[in-house]
């Protein structure tokens, strides 16, 4: 059984991608990984699933006869009272007015149990100014959740200055397809202490397939690009630092840039990083408050990284 201090940390933590590249799924596909992934027994490590305003439809078309309320006529029938709703976060691939109409059609298709019973309740959307923060919250109806994707290549204390205090969230991108676009730890550290000094929550996603900072190829092609990537643990315990403790900068780097899976530790009481510990209650408040979600693309690989490494 995992620890406590490990639950605490990955507990609905995986937001599931598997739409968006490297993996690029099909529709049927995805929304079958996430209904199994959903009855399995890591279901509790399983987040919200990832859609474009632009395929909601689809969404709807593909997944709506897994959704709980309509599992009697798709096999699931043993599954139908004990399923939640989807949760559905939107990437705003759209203009914000139509992604929202399409959010608004969506969530009203699926109020029904007939038709499957799911719910956006979060939206996503590049930023790249304070000023496009300022003039488009309030355009975001209240039962939507709005995170702003923050450019990770300058400064932008400025841009989450804005979202203090507006209930909004900020969104990291910690990796891509491509080596060139892995931000520094120092560009993902700068923006988690500016987060946790302004007391803006976050989510990350991007290249967050693998609990530890380490060496992997960047796609699931043929003779990939490699280079190191972010490791989930890592982003996860240094936002725990930076809350907590009010960690430096310099403090998160050397958390972001840690390399040996043995320098972190779980236990029942607290999860640790070379003798420096946080509490499983604290850790538990933070993923609430604070370090909301990972976006991966992959489910299975972060999870059977995480019971390679003996952690569950």
């Known amino acids: 059984m995992p620890t406590e201090s490990l639950c605490a940390l990955v507990a609905g933590l995986f937001d599931y991608a598997g739409l968006f590249p490297p993996t690029g799924h099909g529709m049927q596909?995805?929304?079958?990984?996430?209904?199994?992934?959903?009855?399995?027994?890591?279901?509790?490590?399983?987040?919200?699933?990832?859609?474009?305003?632009?395929?909601?439809?689809?969404?709807s078309e593909h997944?709506?006869?897994?959704?709980?309320?309509?599992?009697?006529?798709?096999?699931?029938?043993?599954?139908?009272?004990?399923?939640?709703?989807?949760?559905v976060t939107v990437v705003a691939d759209l203009p914000l007015e139509h992604a929202l109409a399409r959010?608004?059609?969506f969530n009203e298709r699926h109020s029904r149990e007939d038709?499957?019973?799911?719910?956006?309740?979060?939206?996503?959307?590049?930023?790249?100014s304070a000023a496009f923060i300022d003039e488009?919250?309030?355009?975001?109806?209240?039962?939507?959740?709005?995170?702003?994707?923050?450019?990770?290549?300058?400064?932008?204390?400025?841009?989450?200055?804005?979202?203090?205090g507006s209930g909004a969230c900020a969104k990291v991108r910690c990796g891509g397809v491509t080596p060139d676009a892995i931000p520094a730890p120092e560009r993902i550290a700068a923006l988690l202490h500016a987060c946790a000094a302004g007391d803006v929550p976050f989510k990350a996603t991007?290249?967050?397939?693998?609990?530890?900072?380490?060496?992997?190829?960047?796609?699931?092609?043929p003779s990939p690009?490699?280079?190191?990537?972010?490791?989930?643990?890592?982003?996860?315990?240094?936002?725990?630092?930076?809350?907590?403790?009010?960690?430096?900068?310099?403090?998160?780097?050397?958390i972001l840039s840690e390399r040996d899976p043995s320098a972190f530790t779980f236990t029942d009481a607290a999860a640790a990083w070379r003798g420096r510990e946080w509490a499983a209650e604290s850790i538990t408040s933070i993923r609430a408050s604070f370090a909301?979600?990972?976006?991966?693309?992959?489910?299975?690989?972060?999870?059977?990284d995480l019971r390679g490494f003996g952690w569950l």
């Open 206 to 221: 991007a290249g967050l397939h693998h609990p530890v900072r380490a060496e992997q190829p960047l796609t699931y092609e």
């Open 136 to 164: 488009t919250l309030d355009d975001v109806p209240g039962d939507i959740l709005p995170f702003y994707e923050l450019p990770i290549d300058r400064d932008c204390r400025g841009m989450v200055a804005a979202l203090s």
């Open 103 to 105: 959010i608004a059609e």
């Open 29 to 59: 596909r995805a929304v079958e990984s996430y209904a199994r992934d959903r009855m399995g027994e890591d279901a509790w490590m399983l987040g919200r699933f990832v859609c474009a305003a632009s395929r909601l439809d689809a969404l």
């Open 225 to 254: 690009p490699r280079a190191v990537m972010h490791g989930f643990v890592n982003v996860l315990l240094a936002a725990v630092a930076a809350r907590e403790d009010r960690a430096s900068p310099d403090d998160l780097v050397a």
């Open 63 to 87: 997944g709506a006869a897994l959704m709980p309320g309509t599992y009697a006529t798709s096999g699931y029938r043993e599954h139908a009272d004990t399923l939640e709703p989807w949760g």
């Open 115 to 128: 038709r499957g019973l799911a719910g956006a309740d979060a939206v996503e959307m590049k930023a790249e």
């Open 292 to 304: 909301l979600s990972i976006g991966s693309c992959s489910f299975e690989e972060p999870v059977g």
